[in-house]
């Protein structure tokens, strides 16, 4: 079992910035490839980035593309998303996740077993 607890929501004007943080307990933080996900009210949850176990390699939605950056700290068990630029439409709930995935899969949530409670981020114009 992987323990995910995502914490830096909050309200922040338009061109405003966030860092979001994942703390992950349980099993061993670096065996696990994670991902960003956000879901807005009435939508389905989608993609926002994702990095694989060791760093070395990152995939982004083309919505938060220049402006989000995912990064991870395996000796802290953490995973970051630093958001720059916020606009209005970034607004969501945004869940961090961790599992295994592959050059095809990295953007499905059945890709990730374990999820985090979700942080609300709200962006206000």
């Known amino acids: 079992q992987v323990q995910l607890v995502e914490s830096g929501g909050g309200l922040v004007q338009a061109g405003g910035s966030l860092r979001l943080s994942c703390a992950a307990s349980?099993?061993?933080?670096?065996?696990?490839?994670m991902g960003w996900f956000r879901q807005a009210p009435g939508k389905d949850r989608e993609f926002v980035a994702a990095?694989?176990?060791?760093?070395?390699?990152?995939y982004y939605a083309d919505s938060v593309k220049g402006r989000f950056t995912i990064s991870r700290d395996n000796r802290k068990n953490t995973v970051y998303l630093q958001m720059n630029s916020l606009k209005p439409e970034d607004t969501a709930v945004y869940y961090c996740?961790?599992?295994?995935?592959?050059?095809?899969?990295?953007?499905?949530?059945?890709?990730?077993?374990?999820w985090g409670q979700g942080t609300q981020v709200t962006v206000s114009s």
């Open positions: 996740a961790a599992g295994t995935f592959y050059s095809g899969n990295y953007y499905k949530t059945e890709s990730y077993g374990y």
């Open positions: 990095i694989n176990w060791n760093g070395a390699t990152i």
């Open positions: 349980g099993r061993t933080f670096s065996n696990y490839d």
